[in-house]
């Protein structure tokens, strides 16, 4: 498993057997332990702590629990201050080293009544498992950023933060749903709450509070994303949403570079050059052709584990962009996801107000939170981390999120023939010094705005030249029920991902 997924985290690797920690900086130095009972094994992306890496699992101070820990804290000085002064903390700033300790602080002998105490005091990005020797217990963020999956086959339960490290175990492979807890013990696999995202109220009905509020939300968000980390890219489209973040790192003062992926002449690189410009931001723009993406998609389907063609569409630009910061020497990214399912961004967002007014928007909003990671957070972490590249999503920020869905959707959208749309968020950004013409400029997607989408449209339509086209029912179409389109796309290009998929055996 960790040869298979070594490009998550190059800079040192661990492995616990049955109470036995080694590590190293190469996995071919680790022994393995084929016949233990207990096994969680770790590969480090150093970002915080330097170059060294740190040497994950890690082990308590008593010895009895170790654990392994895939993501960022970011309150983890307010859960430092929780600490007893029997923590002798390594590195006051290790949100894995806190995380540990603050369980061990609350252990009573039963593992998982301990974790769902623990998860409902952290706010960040996570995937971690923990274990007392005899049993495991594994548990994820509630907005599900980070991945995790599992499979059981004869006896044995393994898990994972990609599909392909399971592929050999000959399991079904399922996703650990997210705030959901995973308890592996003598009686088997069972699946317990964790935390939730809780539903405030709508009671935010004032634009002009709105705005304020959600100014501060969104600024607090990128500053504790930015804790201890100099250099950061972003996936930069020129909308809205990278631009608004993009605006607020510089304003921190931290050294940003901005990425951009399109055709010489798309939409988004005429766009993110021009704002670039005009707020003084560094941006290395990726032009694209024919080539680039036909070379690239089959990295794409063997990275993201699915070939919906919406899913891989989408998938390129910010495969690209991850692809040359990593070239940079970048660690960590920032992108735009999450602003348009808290502010009614998408296009169908106006036909539900226009069929069943705001409060069924609210509730539509709700849906696709709760459903992002399935079809998108997921896809997202997996192309920046193929790269050795962490992603970090401010929109997706517990405060943020909650801050949002307490404002009126009458505020998010005008009526059912908005085009704009997002109105509250476009305030925050003009207000912030976002230009005017990017802050209300209607929104394009990813695949479409980068020139992906007519890319992959003429090469299936080359290749199938002189050839019958079959129609194909892929096992997961992705993002598609989202956008309400069952037709998108031609049946060249879903039968072109077909074939790529079967050709390069990308999805075994």
Known sequence: MLQKTEHRGPDAHGLYTDGEIQGSSEISDLESREKARVCLGHSELSIVRGEAGEIQPLRSCDGSLSLVHNGEIYNYQELRSLLGKDHALEDEDNGSEILLHLIEEIYDGNLLRTVQSVVKMLNGMYVFAVTDGDEVVVARDPAGIKPIYYAEEEGRVYFCSEKKGLYDTGGKIRSIPPGKILRVNKDGLSIHQGVIIERPQIDITDFDEAVTLYKDAITDAVEKMLRGVDKVGMIFSGGVDSVLIAKLISDFGCDLKCYCVGTKDSEDIKNAEKVAKDLGLN??????DERTVEAVLPEIIETIELNGLLQVEVAVPMYLAAKAASEDGIKVMFNGQGADEL??????????????GFLKLHDKLWEDIDLAYDDTLEREDKVTMANSIELRVPYLDRNVVQ???????????????DSTRKWVHRGVAAMLGVPQYTAYREKDMAQSGSGVHDIVKRVAEEYFVGK?????????????????????????????????????????
Not at 498 to 504: G, L, M, R
Request: net charge negative; hydrophobic share 35%; glycine share 6%.
């Open 403 to 417: 801050c949002a869905m307490r404002i009126s959707p009458r505020l998010k959208i005008k009526d059912g023939d």
């Open 283 to 288: 941006l290395r723009g990726i032009k694209i």
């Open 343 to 356: 502010f009614a961004g998408y296009w169908w967002y106006k036909d539900v107000v226009r069929e069943d």
């Open 468 to 508: 019958n086209v079959e129609a194909v029912e892929l096992e997961d179409k992705g993002s598609n029920y989202r956008y309400l389109d069952e037709d998108y796309g031609t049946p060249e290009m879903w039968a072109y991902m077909h074939e790529i998929t079967k050709v390069n055996q990308c999805l075994e």
